[in-house]
């Protein structure tokens, strides 16, 4: 397999979680335990370092981040991506058109690389579970491997239809009713793949329906490239992009940090020497 490079889509604006103070992926969303090193004891869990950590633990040796006009906040956080120890680099997107333009825009400096997609509105746990989906790709041979979680929420997310062997047979964005169970939220794509997004693109009329990747993904399918699905049993998938998603990650945050009753019983009970 060629060089891994992440690929972060974040120019959007973020308009479902209302007026917040700043871009949703740099939103802290609970505290963790810093390095020993570190000069603080606790740092913020933000979505975006999520991916760039989990990106690096996958063996992508660089990524690319795509922002917009309001994202220059996203840029100050992250910086150059020392800190992950990944190299980062930033895309402009000056006209919103949708996720697969966004991406596109990174085709120039993406080559032969193999991408591993994210979407850094999101957290995905455990921390592996990119690593587990690049390694799967790499034996695979295929063009496209999607990342499946199973949701109750289909009408949120890209569904994804499989066969009954479990090949990718079709792909359905957002129904209001459907019986599928699989959404995608991860991808590694080969440079087949980059460059069949870029000429389906360039063949799109401006000022028609809104271009999603799943139907990017369907047409690849139809077109003859080789699709395959990874079930991340044991991994869990959590938008941020609304209010109520975005707090139920935080509660879940929190209970995970929150200390055990023998511990609160003896912070109840330690008095200062």
């Known amino acids: 397999m060629s060089e891994l490079v992440g690929l972060l889509p974040a120019a959007g604006r973020g308009l479902r979680l209302g007026p917040i103070p700043c871009s949703k992926e740099i939103m802290p969303l609970g505290f963790q335990p810093a390095p020993e090193d570190g000069r603080l004891p606790w740092r913020p869990v933000t979505a975006i370092e999520s991916h760039l950590r989990a990106l690096r633990a996958a063996g992508a040796g660089r990524a690319v981040i795509v922002i917009g006009e309001t994202k220059a906040d996203v840029v100050r956080y992250v910086g150059d991506g020392d800190q992950y120890g990944l190299p980062v680099a930033y895309v402009y997107q000056r006209h919103l058109r949708g996720m697969p333009f ?130 991340l049993a044991g991994s869990h998938y959590h938008d941020i992009g609304t209010p109520e998603d975005f707090q139920s990650v935080v509660l879940s945050l929190a209970l995970q940090q929150a200390p055990t009753p023998a511990e609160n019983l003896g912070a109840a009970t330690t008095t200062p020497g």
């Not at 455990?126 to 790709?137: F, K, Q, S, V």
């Not at 069949?196 to 139907?215: K, R, T």
């Open 102 to 231: 966004a991406l596109d825009l990174a085709q120039p400096w993406l080559g032969q690389a193999t991408v591993l997609f994210a979407m850094p509105d999101t957290l995905v746990h455990p921390g592996d579970t990119m690593a587990r989906l690049a390694g799967h790709h790499a034996v695979s041979g295929a063009d496209v491997t999607l990342g499946l979680f199973r949701t109750v929420t289909p009408h949120k997310f890209g569904m994804v239809e499989l066969g009954g062997a479990g090949q990718v047979v079709g792909f359905i964005d957002k129904p209001a009713r459907t019986h599928l169970e699989w959404m995608w939220g991860l991808a590694a794509w080969s440079p087949r793949f980059t460059r069949f997004l870029h000429d389906y693109l360039a063949g799109q009329p401006g000022g028609g329906p809104e271009c999603v990747l799943s139907d990017v993904f369907a047409a690849a399918l139809a077109a003859g490239l080789r699709i395959e699905a990874l079930a």
